[in-house]
């Protein structure tokens, strides 16, 4: 991020800032094994209080300065804002929901399994739906609902938490796929390829958010008091430190489902890729249409917040480390707080 240059390189280099983030925080697959769950949790948190710092000082608060400031609205300066916000939380549910139809699973309550050939099995005892089961406390990835979610086994009870619940009630119990020890794991086979590209595509939808916020960001620059460089470059450095936990959060579980560490690292990072042409397109978008910014401001904050509240929050809580997990969140918005006050 160098002062000087146009939006839209800005945002380039913002969101390739905030990708290598992700690839970094994917490495740590290298150190860690998939048991060390609180370390896990304990990101989580942090990277949930940083997206929702963010989401206010540096996209909130510039949109409703532009929209007060602008003085077409009047007494109703909040409207743009609460329409971007509103359309940016409904574009990530949207998205959730229609994952099932690009083909996740044959219909929304089957697991997003990796399948290594186990034989699928009826598991009446779990009213909750289908799992897929690792040994010992391991996690597991799933679809359900059309939302990704990921599972853990064994927790501090000795039963399988679950991270969300079915959107719809009356569902049919699904199949439960049991899965051998590690050791005995076979290969990835072709049909899982297709639905490990749906895992990524899934999480890499997440990720759009976050790619635009940063490229609005500096495509707001100079636009008022509060959108200034400083502002954009410390949401790139607060997205790129809360992407850090996230690349891990991809990485160690398929490295737990018994992929190649540099494998889990791969499709770790990868889900970050999407963060340059999201932050580019964002820095086009409101160039050209800057009547639009407090919209695409509001949006981008919706969008994270969203993400925060239904994801990574709920992730950061099902094995036990809750109060961790609460209380580096709780550091994650003193941090980027500090960021935005102290040095914008």
């Not at 740590?28 to 209080?49: E, K, T």
């Not at 199949?175 to 899934?202: C, D, F, T």
């Not at 160690?252 to 580019?280: D, H, I, K, N």
């Not at 990574?312 to 036990?320: D, H, K």
């Amino acid at each position: 991020m160098l002062q000087g240059h146009s939006s839209v390189f800005q945002a380039l280099l913002g969101t390739f800032f905030t990708w290598g983030m992700t690839a970094a925080g994917s490495a740590l697959v290298f150190v860690f094994s998939s048991g060390q769950r609180r370390i896990l949790d304990g990101s989580l948190g942090f990277a949930a209080g940083v997206m929702l710092a963010a989401s206010y000082w540096s996209l909130l608060a510039p949109a409703v300065e532009m929209a007060t400031s602008s003085g077409g609205f009047g007494a109703f300066a909040f409207f743009p804002v609460a329409v971007g916000f509103t359309l940016g939380a409904a574009f990530v549910y949207l998205a959730d929901l229609l994952m099932p139809y690009l083909g996740a699973a044959e219909d929304p309550q089957t697991a997003l399994a990796l399948n290594f050939g186990a034989t699928l099995m009826k598991k009446k005892s779990d009213p909750e739906g289908p799992a897929l089961l690792f040994p010992e406390s391991e996690l597991s990835i799933r679809i359900e609902s059309g939302r990704v979610g990921w599972l853990v086994p064994v927790c501090e009870n000795g039963e399988a938490y679950q991270r969300k619940k079915a959107a719809a009630t009356g569902l049919p119990e699904g199949p439960a796929v049991p899965v051998p020890s590690r050791g005995n794991l076979a290969q990835p086979s072709g049909s899982s390829w297709r639905r490990i590209a749906l895992l990524i595509l899934a999480i890499t939808i997440h990720n759009v958010p976050e790619g635009l916020a940063v490229g609005v960001g500096f495509g707001a620059i100079e636009k008022t008091a509060s959108a200034t460089f400083e502002s954009a470059r410390n949401l790139a450095i607060g997205i790129g430190i809360q992407n850090f936990p996230e690349g891990l959060a991809v990485s160690l579980p398929l490295r737990g489902a018994g992929f190649s560490t540099w494998r889990a690292f791969w499709y770790g990072q990868l889900s970050g890729m999407v963060e340059p042409l999201a932050g580019v397109f964002g820095a086009f978008a409101v160039v050209l249409a800057e009547p639009i910014l407090p919209y695409a401001l509001a949006f981008a904050a919706g969008a994270m917040v969203y993400v925060v509240m239904d994801d990574i929050i709920p992730e950061a809580q099902i094995s036990g480390n809750g109060k961790l997990a609460s209380w580096a969140s709780i550091l994650g918005f003193v941090v980027m707080m500090s960021l935005d006050v102290g040095l914008g």
